[in-house]
């Protein structure tokens, strides 16, 4: 069976958890949100400063530009 043609959702993740209400969360709830928000924060940077890094090889290797 076919999905249905929805539209995409507009944001990326980030724009549309700042948008949720959190006023039927719990205490321990919000907890867990902020642990796996924060789990998150720490994979993005770690991926950054990967990417960081290869560029900045790359750029060594090959002569990159200058900004």
């Known amino acids: ?3 249905p043609d929805l539209p995409r959702q507009k944001g990326d993740a980030a ?5 949720e209400d959190l006023g039927p969360y719990s205490q321990a709830e919000l907890d ?3 642990a796996l928000l924060e789990a998150e924060i720490h994979r993005v940077r770690s991926h950054r400063d990967k990417a960081s890094a290869h560029r900045a ?3 060594a290797l090959f002569g990159g530009k200058s900004e």
């Open 1 to 3: 069976m076919d999905e």
């Open 15 to 19: 724009s549309r958890l700042a948008g």
């Open 32 to 34: 867990d949100r902020i």
């Open 57 to 59: 090889a790359a750029d």
